[in-house]
């Protein structure tokens, strides 16, 4: 028995053979997939290339050159190579792992450094040891994004980079799927919002500490120095910017 959804990630009934012989899924096995209708994304072929000539410009002395993200980076290797290239990091592992039980022993070390380095919890994690063995590109690319924000947060990644995946776990019922939209890149809409969210929180504390503060021409000048510095900071939330505001407020006063 095959489940409607399935179905309906194809636009042509020849399609779902093509892709099942393309990508077999093991009687109890469970794996995600880019839908083929999402597969030719340009953005998506933009970001792959982008991360790809990242990883090869990294790692150009160490004449290691990637041609595919999938196929390349499974075994761990050129991750374990990055890592220590990017972060000086040195990972008690084997930088060759040749058997299946090695390379998941070794990703198991490499994912629990990013995580650590990161500094992400194991509920933020997109990615797995498994998913990563079994070459699944869309916990690959969410590696590769997440690791390069880190270390190279001026690398120009387009924004609102979103794939329509299909997962397929083969049950003794038959094939069941479920369909989701990931955003494999912020979505710049999300970001924009939030800035204003916290942009009218900056208004909100300094029209607070102006109307605590006497109005006098002795604090004047001081004052609108301090208006346009607040207007041209950017802080990611109230906890963060509050205590920064009280802060420029209270050295302006204390040096009349």
Known sequence: MMDPDFLNAFTQPAAVDQFLAENIVAQGEKKKFIKPTSGNNPKLEELKLLLIDWINTTLKEEHIVVKSLEEDLYDGLVLHHLL????????DVDKIALTEKKQRQKLSVILEAVAKCLQLEESQLKWSVESILTKDLVSTLHLLVAIAKHFKPNLAMPPNVQVETITIENTSRGLKTANAV????????????????????QIQCFTLMWCSIPHSDHFSD???ITATTVNRDSWISPSVFFPKCLLLMSVHINTT
Do not use: P, Q, V
């Not at 220590?84 to 990972?91: A, D, I, Q, T």
């Open 222 to 224: 001081k004052i609108s």
């Open 84 to 91: 220590e290239n990017l972060g000086s990091l040195k990972l």
């Open 182 to 201: 990931e955003y494999i890149t912020e979505n710049k809409e999300n970001l924009e919002a939030h800035s204003s969210k916290y942009g009218h929180c």
